[in-house]
């Protein structure tokens, strides 16, 4: 089992890098959201893998987030969603936001994503919805924020007031966290900016 790969980024090219560690080469399959976030090629890396076994042969799939390889373990024990399938979800919405679809039943979004007719939406919210605890989501989708943010030189303390807010005036926290993630937050926003802006979204 290869849980995750540190090394040197060698190679991108669509949908695969490549990153070298102890002198291989390990080809990885990623998401497409995730080149953006990936440093220059020789940059260093740390890739959380998944190691598929099949009879034609051997897969990588990666993610730089933990968070991100536990979601697609996920994907990939529901009926219908192979490897290559649930990639393509995550390479369309984020865990968080996939979350949420799931917990709020919301099939449009889950429709809209590569491969997911109807009927897979249905069954990715019976699957996965008591999976998808909402405050254990609701606390995972604060550290990935504070992850982001802080790397961003931003705090999300005003965003987590005003989700507190938002539930405070009897909004379901669901509704109140996709209602704040909407929100382009600043460095100088206070939570009753946040607040005030993350208002205007519901409805929407």
Known sequence: ?????????????????VVEA??????INVPSSLFGKLPGIGGTVLIHTYF??????????????KDDLEVFKLLIGVNGIGPKGALGV????????????????DTKTLEKLPGIGKKTAGRLI???????????AFEQKLENVKADTEQAGISDAAAE?????????????????KAVRQVTITPEMTAEDVLRLSLKNFGR
Do not use: C, H, W
């Not at 102890?22 to 080809?27: A, V």
């Open 126 to 136: 019976l699957d996965l919805k008591d999976k998808f605890g909402l405050e254990e």
């Open 52 to 65: 598929q076994v099949r009879e034609d042969g051997v897969s990588l799939f990666g993610f730089l987030k």
């Open 161 to 177: 007031e005003a989700i507190q807010a938002l539930t405070a005036l009897g909004y379901p926290a669901a509704e109140a966290l």
């Open 90 to 105: 995550l390479s369309s919405i984020t865990a968080d936001n996939l979350r949420f679809a799931v917990l709020a039943e």
């Open 1 to 17: 089992m290869i849980a995750f790969i540190k090394g040197e980024l060698a190679e991108t090219r669509p949908g695969v890098i």
């Open 22 to 27: 102890g002198g291989l080469g390990y080809e």
